[in-house]
C-alpha cells in the first residue's frame, strides 16, 4: 500500500471514529463538519508523509504546519468566500491532524523508508 493510500485510510479512521463524534455531540453544523472532515484528512495526510520522510521533531513541525496552513489553505478557502468562523474551525482540525498524522508517519518510517 502506497504512503497517500495508507495514510489517507488512516486519517480517514481517525475523523470517522473519534473526533466527528465529539464535533457532533456539541451540535456543529453539518456542513461545517463536512468541510473540517477534508481538512482534517488532508491534514494527516500531509503531516504523516512529512513524518515518514523527515528527521525532523514535531516542534518544528508545529510551526510547519501553521505556516503552511496560512500560506496556501486558508488563502484559498478566504477566495472562496467561506466565513472566517469556519475558517477558524477548519484550521484547528488541519494543524492538530497535521501534528497527530505527523506522529503516526514517524512511527511507520520503517514500512515506508524505501518509498521517500
Known amino acids: 500500500m502506497s504512503i497517500r ?4 485510510k488512516m486519517g480517514a479512521a481517525h475523523w470517522e471514529t473519534y473526533v466527528v463524534k465529539i464535533i457532533e455531540l456539541h451540535g456543529e453544523d453539518p ?3 463536512e ?3 477534508v481538512h482534517f484528512v488532508g491534514g494527516f495526510i500531509f503531516g504523516f508523509k512529512y513524518g515518514v520522510a523527515s528527521e525532523t521533531d514535531s516542534a518544528a513541525m508545529t510551526d510547519f504546519a501553521r505556516a503552511y496552513w496560512q500560506d496556501s489553505v ?3 478557502l478566504k477566495a472562496e468566500g467561506e466565513p472566517p468562523e469556519v475558517i477558524r474551525k477548519c484550521m484547528v482540525h488541519y494543524q492538530l491532524a ?3 498524522g505527523f506522529k503516526h508517519g514517524k512511527e511507520a518510517q520503517d514500512l515506508f523508508i524505501t518509498e521517500t
Open 35 to 37: 468541510k473540517c472532515g
Open 74 to 76: 486558508e488563502p484559498k
Open 5 to 8: 493510500a495508507y495514510s489517507m
Open 98 to 100: 497535521f501534528i497527530h
Open 31 to 33: 456542513l461545517v463538519t
